[in-house]
């Protein structure tokens, strides 16, 4: 990760770049690569992370309960009736959660309640105030 993240941070100008990282608690499905956040349809060219706990949309198979959300509900609600429909489901199911969607021009959409740094960065929670930030040079 801190490779791939310096080589990203040295190449991609980030003011122009949309990203956003993902760092999984496992709540729901089991400890492996595939349950890692982002989830990605290929077809919808949409990539889907999630923070929180879905207490209404139960996991299915070993799936964790965003992916379900994603894969099951939005994706079909999505290629139904586009951000419109896609939007009444998320207010529907986001309770306290965050989500963020980003698209394959880059173009993000977040929803929930996010925390701004004195950089502009947002997070989802604040458990980043406890650990040291990495920085990378150019």
């Not at 896609?86 to 996010?114: C, H, P, Q, W």
């Amino acid at each position: 990760f801190l490779k791939r993240y310096g080589m990203i941070v040295r190449n991609h100008d980030y003011k122009t770049t949309s990203l956003y990282i993902h760092a999984r608690i496992a709540t729901h499905g089991s400890l492996k690569i595939n349950n890692c956040h982002g989830f990605v349809d290929h077809k919808s060219r949409l990539c889907f992370a999630h923070n929180g706990i879905l207490y209404n949309i139960p996991n299915r198979d070993d799936l964790t309960d965003s992916e379900t959300f994603f894969r099951d509900y939005f994706i079909p609600t999505f290629r139904h009736g586009g951000w419109f429909e896609a939007e009444r489901l998320i207010k529907d199911t986001i309770g306290y959660s965050k989500f963020v969607f980003m698209d394959g021009g880059g173009n993000i959409r977040r929803y929930g309640d996010y925390i701004k740094d004195s950089d502009g960065v947002l997070y989802s929670n604040s458990s980043f105030r406890t650990h040291k930030y990495l920085y990378f040079n150019k």
